[in-house]
Nanobody, 127 residues
Framework: QLQLVESGGGLVQPGGSLRLSCEGS????????IGWFRQVPGSGREGIAY????????EYVDSVKGRFIISRDNAKRMVYLQMNSLKPEDTGVYYC????????????????????WGRGTQVTVSS
């Protein structure tokens, strides 16, 4: 069974950068569409960035466009989220998730389509 583990979160000042990593184990990530989601207390999980199984398609929520970059290295079973120009409103727990059975190049936006989730990593943006 595929397992995902996030890392790279922490405390950073506004304007700073962090790179989150998501490592897959128990199977290859090659055939999974991956998403990064953010959750703050009292709210559901919000999709932040998505990448198709082959890496050829990416998509971002408007609030992070131009600041965040999602990428993947299937050979290493890793997915990354480079976060730049961080703002206090980026604070939250970040989860990576994998959706299987998705055609190549297709972006999956609905959290309900993601069968596998990591436990999350906390990102706090504060001065």
């Amino acid at each position: 069974q595929l397992q995902l583990v996030e890392s790279g979160g922490g405390l950073v000042q506004p304007g700073g950068s962090l790179r989150l990593s998501c490592e897959g184990s128990g199977g290859t990530l090659d055939y999974y569409s991956i998403g990064w989601f953010r959750q703050v207390p009292g709210s559901g999980r919000e999709g932040i960035a998505y990448i198709s199984s082959g890496g050829g398609s990416t998509e971002y929520v408007d609030s992070v466009k131009g600041r965040f970059i999602i990428s993947r290295d299937n050979a290493k079973r890793m997915v990354y989220l480079q976060m730049n120009s961080l703002k206090p409103e980026d604070t939250g727990v970040y989860y990576c998730a994998a959706a299987g059975g998705i055609p190549l190049g297709i972006i999956v936006r609905s959290p309900n389509m993601y069968a596998y989730w990591g436990r999350g990593t906390q990102v706090t943006v504060s001065s």
